[in-house]
């Protein structure tokens, strides 16, 4: 019997039900992930990645690979790091289409100038929107070995808000989880709610994900750009929704046009080389153009819009992905395995 090849709107729903409270995966979805015989090479390489937990892949819509090779299954929701600040990213542009932030321009003495430290230097009032969202602030990063002292302090805002400036606002990359934090303390103040309810009910209920709650900071915030869960289902769904233009079947999740202005490019990161729009990494894959979201260990979800392929993958979160190691292999993997199956499909 010939495999039923249901419509996007179809496959849309289905994976929308597969996500959503941790139900069965339909038939049609798990057909079509199960018994494709191009995604042999794809399995092999990607089960010989012992650091690889899960990977999700959907082409023009129709979910072609579906596999868990190690660590929890498909249904259970994972940590995927920083994957939260495309997630916050998303939910800026919600906010701002909703006339909560009047733009990207917004500074944080127009947004939240109550709580700027006074001893703050005086140039954190004009770092914008758009600087936080492209890790532009200027201000001294609060990741990589000034991680953990920002975490272990009583108030992260405040420490994110009074580092020292490194930079100019505007003029130059630097990774800190602190900037989408201070984004995320934005969003909570300007729409007076949590950002876990903003997430839940911006992203969860149009798309069906489940979103369970995560890291508060002391003054009970929710951490902006990390520690974020959901299943290897609900992140290609989210890199679906991208995929399409922010649309999911007839609703506009995300505005079409936040999509479009999100994915150019605006900074580089010094640590990769690719480059960065408003949350989103941006490279080439086999000749492809690819956008993509990263968190620690291995936890991506990659949009190849032009090859209209989504691939979202789980990774051990304990251990290291630099992109001359693990994120490498999931780049080749993508590129050299990947493609080539939705071609040969």
Same mark, same amino acid.
């Given at each position: ?24 995966? /339909?038939?049609?979805? =798990? $057909? ?9 090479? @794809? *399995?092999?390489? +990607? #089960? ?23 660590? /929890?299954?498909?249904? =259970? $929701? ?9 997630? @916050? *990213?998303?939910? +800026? #542009? ?252």
């Amino acid at each position: 019997m010939d495999r039923p090849v249901p419509d996007r709107r179809m496959v849309l729903a289905a994976l929308a039900g597969a996500v959503a409270g941790g139900l069965a995966v /339909p038939r049609a979805v =798990r $057909a079509a992930g199960q018994a494709d015989g191009a995604f042999e090479e @794809v *399995a092999a390489r +990607a #089960g010989a990645l012992d650091q690889l937990h899960a990977m999700v892949v959907v082409h023009d819509g129709e979910t072609r690979f579906a596999r868990a090779f190690r660590g /929890p299954n498909l249904e =259970r $929701a994972v940590n995927v790091k920083s994957v939260s600040k495309s997630i @916050v *990213a998303l939910l +800026a #542009g919600v906010a701002i289409d909703r006339g909560f932030i009047s733009g990207t321009d917004a500074t944080l003495g127009e947004l939240i100038d109550d709580l700027i430290p006074a001893d703050a230097d005086p140039r954190v009032k004009d770092i914008t929107v758009a600087d936080l969202l492209t890790m532009q602030a200027g201000l001294e990063r609060t990741s990589g070995p000034n991680y953990g002292a920002w975490v272990g302090s009583a108030n992260w805002l405040r420490f994110a808000l009074t580092r020292p400036f490194v930079a100019e606002p505007g003029e130059a990359f630097q990774y800190s989880t602190g900037s989408y934090h201070i984004l995320g303390v934005v969003l909570a103040r300007t729409t007076e709610r949590t950002l876990l309810s903003l997430a839940r009910e911006w992203l969860g209920v149009p798309l069906g994900i489940d979103l369970p709650a995560w890291t508060r900071d002391p003054q009970g915030y929710y951490l902006g750009g990390n520690n974020m869960a959901m299943t290897p289902r609900a992140m290609a769904l989210i890199g679906e929704t991208v995929r399409l233009g922010g649309t999911f079947g007839d609703a506009a999740v995300i505005p079409p046009e936040w999509i479009e202005v999100s994915l150019r490019p605006r900074a580089r990161s010094p640590f990769s080389g690719d480059e960065y729009g408003y949350g989103w990494f941006l490279t080439e894959l086999a000749g492809e153009r690819a956008v993509y979201a990263r968190g620690y260990g291995g936890q991506m979800i990659y949009v190849l819009p032009d090859a209209v392929l989504t691939v979202a993958i789980t990774s051990d979160p304990t251990r290291p992905a630099r992109t001359e190691g693990h994120v490498g292999d999931l780049h080749r993997l993508v590129a050299e395995a990947v493609l080539p199956a939705v071609t040969a499909g």
